[in-house]
């Protein structure tokens, strides 16, 4: 009996750790694409800001 439940704890400690590390993985990639999608907002403020100066001084940068 002692050997089961033993067995059964040690199994149950796996699954624990292997379940952890996969939360673990997954909020990883998911801070990486937040990083990302930061960056990206980050730089599309910047070309509004960049575009706004040139119309405010009437005229355009326009690239092809």
């Not at 952890?20 to 403020?45: F, R, Y």
């Amino acid at each position: 009996m002692d050997t089961n439940l033993t067995a059964a704890a040690a199994s149950a400690i796996k699954n624990s750790q292997v379940q952890n590390q996969i939360a673990s993985s997954v909020a990883v990639k998911a801070q990486k694409v937040q990083k990302a999608q930061g960056e990206a907002a980050v730089d599309l403020i910047q070309q509004v800001e960049k575009l706004s100066q040139q119309l405010s001084s009437g005229q355009i940068d326009v690239q092809l």
